[in-house]
């Protein structure tokens, strides 16, 4: 299996500019989440999906959008890149064990850069 | 609104030191907890986590947490750290009804000189 698979690895845009970042996993998992992370705030929950079909936000929400048609996609799009968007982000993929603890698998994350 | 708290952002250690990083939360219900380690050019991992049972948790590398429901933390221990243990480390919380959305602390860096 290749887990949570990510891309790009890096991207630089310009402001105003749109893009789509990349994420998928092999894993079968129901539960998806887009992250970002900045120096001394940790992650940051964006967007998450508890299935194919269903979305919600999570606590930085603001000029992401996301879907998910497919139980195995995930992608996050950023419609009108801003400066503020700099980040590593990372996709995670999860799924309820008999615990129901929703422990997260990770992909090696985008690191975005918006001038 | 749920919240993590994680009390150093920044910790030097030389090897052989004993480790405690601390971590609170505010949560109304009941939780899940989890400790997630990044170390230098790889992504996240799992360390450790608790769910249900004895409330002190063992994981990978020699790691292990105290659940302290009545402090709402989740102390990250190790009691003799090594260079390799050099990363950042990350609290994590979520509801165990309903409860994928899980919400991250800031993290603190541990930096284990040679």
Same mark, same amino acid.
């Given at each position: 299996?290749?887990g ?5 690895k890096f ?5 105003g500019q749109?893009?789509t970042?990349?994420?998928a996993?092999d894993m079968?998992?129901?539960y998806?989440?887009?992250y970002?992370?900045?120096p001394g705030m940790?992650?940051?929950l964006?967007?998450? +999906?508890?299935?194919a079909g269903? *979305? ?7 000029g =992401?959008?996301v879907?998910?048609?497919t139980? !195995?996609d995930?992608?996050?799009?950023l419609? +009108?890149a801003?400066?503020?968007? *700099?980040?590593?982000?990372?996709c995670a993929?999860s =799924?309820?064990?008999?615990a129901?603890?929703? !422990?997260?698998?990770f992909?090696?994350g985008?690191r975005l850069?918006v001038t | 609104?749920?919240s993590?708290s994680?009390?150093?952002?920044h910790?030097i250690?030389?090897e052989?030191a004993?480790l405690?990083?601390?971590?609170n ?13 990044q170390?230098?050019?790889?992504h996240l991992q ?13 994981g990978?590398?020699g790691?292990e947490?105290e ?7 989740f102390?990250?221990?190790k009691?003799?750290?090594q260079?390799?243990?050099?990363a950042?480390?990350?609290?994590a919380v979520?509801e ?7 919400i991250?602390?800031a993290g603190?860096?541990l930096?284990?000189k040679?």
């Open positions: 299996n290749a949570v698979t990510q891309t790009p991207q630089v845009l310009k402001t749109s893009m970042l990349q994420c996993q079968n998992h129901e998806m989440s887009w970002r992370q900045d940790g992650l940051r964006i967007h998450y +999906s508890v299935g269903i *979305t919600d936000q999570g606590e930085v929400p603001n =992401y959008n879907s998910r048609s139980t !195995e995930f992608p996050l799009r419609l +009108s801003a400066p503020s968007q *700099t980040s590593v982000y990372f993929s =799924y309820d064990d008999r129901a603890s929703y !422990e997260q698998y992909g090696p985008t850069t | 609104a749920q993590v994680q009390h150093n952002h910790v250690l030389s052989a004993s405690e990083l601390g971590c939360y505010s949560y109304g219900g009941t939780v899940n907890l989890f400790w997630y380690v170390y230098p050019g790889q799992l360390l450790l986590k608790y769910f249900s049972g004895d409330p002190l948790v063992k990978i590398k790691f947490a659940f302290i429901k009545s402090k709402f933390s102390n990250l221990r009691p003799s750290v260079w390799s243990d050099t950042e480390y990350f609290c979520n165990r009804t309903g409860g994928f959305k899980t991250f602390g603190t860096r930096f284990v040679a």
